[in-house]
């Protein structure tokens, strides 16, 4: 299984800026797309972005511009920058990672970190 650690929220003003990280660690063969998304209070679990092994990007359109997704496969480590935060950025971040425990799965199973709340006031 593989386990996921997001770290990096916060309390941040305004047009501030903050840094995710989420590590993997555990025994998966591979680790193939890994993600971020959010939930704010009262509300659903929406897509943040996307990022496939080779690195590309997808992201929510309404998430493009102001956040970047990127990744570290020595570190097992996906990250999320979000600049100009608005205050309705606020909301528990999560990761995800797609994984195979071993060469013979045919298919990817799915990890979820714990959550890091980032809170952005006006």
């Known amino acids: 299984q593989v386990q996921l650690v997001e770290s990096g929220g916060g309390l941040v003003q305004a047009g501030g800026s903050l840094t995710l990280s989420c590590a993997a660690s555990?025994?998966?063969?591979?680790?193939?797309?890994m993600g971020w998304y959010r939930q704010a209070p009262g509300k659903q679990r929406e897509l943040v972005a996307i990022?496939?092994?080779?690195?590309?990007?997808i992201y929510a359109d309404s998430m493009k511009g102001r956040f970047t997704i990127s990744r570290d496969n020595s570190k097992n480590t996906v990250y999320l920058r979000m600049n100009n935060l608005v205050p309705e950025d606020t909301a528990v971040y999560y990761c995800?990672?797609?994984?195979?425990?071993?060469?013979?799965?045919?298919?990817?199973?799915?990890?979820w970190g714990q959550g890091t709340q980032v809170t952005v006031s006006s």
């Open positions: 990022i496939t092994r080779g690195g590309s990007p």
């Open positions: 555990g025994n998966a063969f591979s680790i193939d797309d």
């Open positions: 995800n990672a797609d994984f195979r425990i071993s060469s013979s799965d045919t298919s990817f199973r799915r990890a």
